[in-house]
């Protein structure tokens, strides 16, 4: 079952649009201090905000996989991505998979140690978690 609830859509910013989401997804992530190329969502036609609580989620028209160069890794992402936003944080992350070797395992938060970091660290369900330079994953 989907976390947005008619309760939740009515307390969000709602916005449409490919590009204008887009946008919005990098503004969120450079808000709270996080590398704006995270989220590179393609084909979007909605993202919600909560402010009082951090919630965010994406819809896209369907499931994409992008490869970060920088780092060799291959990150999928869900038509439906949800999350709450602290500052340096993505938690209780859904619908975002990293493959590793020939496997994709689930990403649950996303997190750099401060805002001057130069690491940003992705952390699995079962507590493993791996940490690449913050640069791999800026716009």
Not at 51 to 80: C, L, M, P, R
Not at 105 to 124: A, H
């Amino acid at each position: 079952m989907s976390p947005i609830t008619p309760e939740v859509r009515a307390k969000a910013e709602i916005f449409t649009g490919n590009e204008v989401c887009k946008e919005k997804a990098k503004s969120l992530l450079r808000e709270y201090c996080l590398p704006d190329g995270l989220l590179p969502v393609e084909d979007v036609e909605e993202l919600g905000y909560v402010k009082e609580t951090g919630f965010v989620w994406v819809k896209q028209k369907n499931e994409i996989t992008h490869k970060f160069d920088k780092v060799g890794k291959q990150v999928s992402y869900a038509k439906e991505i949800t999350s709450y936003f602290e500052k340096c944080k993505i938690k209780k992350l859904s619908g975002v998979k990293s493959k590793e070797v020939m496997i994709w395992i689930s990403l649950i938060e996303i997190f750099v140690e401060d805002p001057t970091s130069d690491k940003v660290t992705m952390k699995t369900p079962t507590g493993i978690s791996k940490t690449f330079p913050k640069v791999a994953f800026e716009a």
